[in-house]
């Protein structure tokens, strides 16, 4: 006897809902597996056998990494819904209108659209990195998961970075300058960058986030080679920015850690200063430390290259005053050099409306923080947190991070990761009040 209609429909209903259910299972594997390999790759992002001269090509300045981004968020849309920030929309519609006010600027074209489109699809892709953290930090599984693949491109970086660090005469990578390793990536500038970005990542996010202690010990250890990463490729304005974020956190857990335990801060210092006197002291002509004590010298040099292009910017206010030249187009007002300084590119490229949206993207990703802080939640890695964007306001001063891929993406992350932490402690607080109570 055939069954009833409603009981037909209801069979259907289950069916439909198994297929639906089984699909969304199998998309999200796969987005959990996407994710974790562009974690795992994020040094092969621009990879480069060779030193790489600038190139106006679009398709030479596509990334391996791209793909996973697109498909990363392609596959989130479906699975979850992609949350987009008001400043990250903001900052967004800044872009389109600096692309647009370069051929305003410069007229129509094939050299103008060159170099602004070549500086507007970087800019755009490091915004999608910065669109794709943001909504990977909204969840902390996926956070996990994508902080276990940042853990394991850093270690087998760290190798390569290790080897032609400290054997010179048979490098993998080489870069243009024999003084510097550049490991993987195009440039010692972008590896310095990733080491700054994965070690403010990987030693406060990372080891609140995990659960198991040896996931914390592992991403300690992946912390302190991310800082031996900045330290191999040689550049002054990632040290700089390392060191004042140890020193502003390490003066605010002073006040905040319990007393018994201050002693092991307080040694872990010392033996972080000694090991980097005796780095240092082992080779005192090494072009580091000569570039090092000839840091301030070369900033305040009225011909050095810092002031030359501070003085370009000065003299040419009338051009680019208020509203930017266009992306892509500072090299008219700089001797055909791009800007090395964010503040500058920000400024003369995309406006002051350009500047304040992507100040606003640093804001709000401390605005996040200061509100977890507020919350009582994990003051450390608020803290620490906090602390690592005030550093990356100084290392903008001498570097482009506007325009990398893994820097905007650490930043992404740092603007939701409070929220995903908040959830995972109160998660951890209702099952332990739960066996107090069965208990």
């Keep these: 006897m055939a069954p009833a209609g409603g ?5 259907l209903n289950s069916n439909v809902s198994f297929e639906s259910s089984r699909g969304m299972a199998i998309l999200s594997c796969f987005m959990d597996a ?8 994020l040094p092969g992002v621009c990879f480069a056998s060779g030193p790489v001269e600038y190139t106006t090509s679009i398709l030479n300045r596509i990334a391996p990494g791209d793909v996973l981004v697109v498909m990363a968020l392609a596959m989130m849309a479906m699975a979850r819904g992609i ?13 389109l209108m600096s692309f647009f006010m370069a051929f305003y600027r410069g007229g129509w074209s094939v050299s103008v659209a060159n170099d602004s489109g070549v500086a507007f699809a970087a800019l755009l892709m490091s915004f999608l990195y910065w669109l794709l953290g943001f909504n990977i930090s909204r969840w902390p599984y996926l956070m996990r998961i994508y902080l276990a693949g940042i853990a394991v491109g850093v270690l087998w970086e760290g190798v390569i970075v290790l080897h032609d660090y400290y054997l010179p005469m048979g490098r993998w990578f080489v870069d243009k300058n024999p003084s510097r390793v550049r490991g993987t990536f195009r440039g010692s500038g972008q590896l310095g960058i990733y080491g700054v970005s994965c070690a403010g990542i990987m030693l406060s996010v990372a080891v609140a986030l995990f ?25 002054r304005s990632g040290l700089l920015a390392l060191a004042i974020w140890a020193v502003l956190s390490i003066c605010c857990l002073f006040f905040w850690i319990e007393k018994q335990h201050r002693w092991k801060l307080l040694l872990g210092l010392l033996v972080s ?7 240092m002291g082992f080779d005192s002509q090494s072009y580091l ?3 090092s004590f000839a840091f301030y010298r070369d900033l305040t040099d009225p011909n050095g290259f810092f002031c030359h292009q501070l003085r370009a910017a000065g003299k040419n206010i009338s051009l680019w005053f ?8 500072g090299g008219a007002i700089a001797d055909g050099r791009e800007f090395h300084s964010a503040y500058l590119a920000l400024l003369v490229e995309m406006g002051l ?3 304040a949206m992507f100040s606003w993207l640093f804001i709000d990703a401390g605005l996040s923080w200061w509100r977890a802080w507020r919350a009582k939640g994990r003051y450390q890695v608020s803290c620490m947190l906090l602390c690592f964007l005030l550093s990356a306001v100084v290392y903008m001063g001498h570097n482009r991070v506007h325009r990398s891929r893994g820097f905007m993406l650490m930043l992404g992350l740092t603007s939701g990761a409070s929220v995903s932490i908040l959830a995972a402690r109160r998660r951890k607080n209702s099952s332990c009040a739960k066996e107090s109570r069965s208990e």
């Design 83 to 95: 949350k987009l920030k008001r400043s990250g929309a903001f900052y967004c519609i800044a872009l």
């Design 353 to 355: 409306f350009g500047f």
């Design 273 to 279: 200063l000694v090991g980097l006197v005796l780095l």
């Design 7 to 11: 009981d037909m429909n209801d069979e």
């Design 289 to 291: 430390v000569q570039r």
């Design 34 to 41: 996407v994710v974790f390999l562009l974690g795992a790759s």
């Design 322 to 329: 208020p509203f930017g030249l266009g992306v892509g187009r």
């Design 211 to 235: 659960r198991r202690r040896t996931m914390k010990v592992f991403s300690v250890i992946m912390g302190l080679l991310s800082c031996f990463i900045v330290f191999a490729s040689s550049r």
